[in-house]
């Protein structure tokens, strides 16, 4: 499993993970212990998800206030007319 264990690593790193969940992920796999293994990815996997959806939340009330801005303020142009 060295190569697994190797890739689990690379990928928890990349997705900045902490290094206990990662330290567990590694030793889960290196004892051949699948469910665990398994457990701890999918922890991580629902965290970032969790970031993703809060990082989606604040780029669409972003968006609404771009919107509200475009219709609420007028430009300079209006104003000369």
């Known amino acids: 499993m060295g190569d697994l ?3 689990i690593e690379r990928c928890l790193g990349d997705c900045a993970c902490d290094e206990a ?15 665990e293994t398994k457990r ?13 959806r809060a990082s989606q939340r ?12 475009s219709s609420e303020i007028p430009t300079r142009r209006k104003e000369k007319s």
């Open 21 to 35: 969940t990662a330290l567990r992920a590694r030793s889960c796999c290196e004892e051949g212990r699948v469910r």
């Open 58 to 69: 604040g780029i669409d009330a972003i968006d609404y206030l771009l919107a509200r801005v």
């Open 5 to 7: 264990t190797s890739d």
């Open 40 to 52: 701890a990815l999918l922890e991580e996997r629902s965290r970032l998800v969790e970031e993703m």
